[in-house]
């Protein structure tokens, strides 16, 4: 219902354009990697890059995310599959898939830890 009202309210300020309105809207460039990780070692990741990110913008609730001024990546376990989900999203490409691979790279080095 909140999303409504909201979508309502933007109409509301483009005189009901909703091409005016999605045209407003900056544009976010996601990019998604997927990266094999052995079951015995998914929870030691996800501890791992909570102590590693303490004192960082982010929310833990199924995976880490961190949280940056213009962008995010998401670290998310698979519950059902032995792998690791990266996803990024930022105002440039360039950004987002810069974001995937640092956090490909340093989910691989703490599953070698």
Do not use: C
Request: hydrophobic share 40%; glycine share 6%; aromatic share 6%.
């Amino acid at each position: 219902m909140h999303g409504l009202v909201k979508i309502l309210e933007l109409l509301t300020k483009y005189d009901g354009k909703i091409s005016d309105a999605l045209s407003s809207m900056p544009q976010l460039h996601r990019v998604e990697n997927q990266i094999i990780s052995p079951w015995r070692v998914k929870g030691r990741v996800v501890r791992r890059l909570i102590e590693i990110t303490a004192g960082q913008k982010r929310e833990v609730v199924d995976g880490v995310r961190l949280l940056f001024e213009d962008s995010w990546v998401l670290i998310l376990p698979d519950p059902g599959r032995p792998l690791f989900k990266i996803m990024a999203e930022a105002k440039n490409k360039q950004k987002a898939e810069l974001l995937v691979e640092e956090y490909t790279e340093a989910v691989k080095k703490l599953q070698n830890e």
